[in-house]
């Protein structure tokens, strides 16, 4: 939906074109984490799709921020809606998930960081002042957490060589953080709107 096919049609074969469909459909479901991309240099005939269901849920989420009671609830339901919407819900693992807000992160320049220490994932986000910038950074952060929640982190090979000379905004976990962080935080935004319009 909002995108439109840029390659010839002749290029997709039935099944890509099924395979195309089908992980479109498991988007708009929540239920699946998949990639849909092609290499580089770019060739209409070697695209893939790449899907898996997501089996795992953390053994805890804190959060630690001073914010206001509406605020935080506020960050609450962006936990259970991003944990709902890749159903993190469905099998017990050792991981937990610390979320810290502070007014800035450690002097950095960055607006997040993201450690991940003994199978924990340690979340630090700078405080924006507008709450929508704050929520994109959590999304941007549980997203690298699901990536090495999933495994998905290790087929990548973070600390692999290969990555070395490969600008930030184009490392394939930071594509996917960027991006589903954006779409999530309209989504979620949007949910809250209505639901207090509702209310």
Known sequence: EGHILKCKLK??????????LEAIQAYA?????????????WNPYSWFVEM?????????VR??????????ELI???????????????IESNDAV????YPNVFNSRKAALHNRIDNNSYIAISI?????????????????FKQYATKQMDKWNKYSAQWKRTPYRELPWEIEAWAMAEELTKRFIQQELTRREVI
């Open 98 to 101: 610390i979320v810290s807000f």
């Open 52 to 60: 898996k269901k997501v089996e795992f849920k953390p053994r805890s």
């Open 76 to 90: 609450h339901n962006a936990i259970k809606y991003f944990m709902n919407f890749y159903s993190i819900n469905d």
């Open 11 to 20: 290029h997709l074969s039935g099944p890509s074109l099924a395979a195309m």
């Open 128 to 144: 924006d002042d507008k709450m929508t910038n704050n929520i994109n950074s959590l999304f941007h952060e549980l997203i690298h």
């Open 29 to 41: 479901d929540g239920n699946y984490v998949f990639r849909f991309g092609a290499f580089k240099p």
């Open 63 to 72: 959060v630690w921020s001073p914010f206001s009671f509406k605020d935080k």
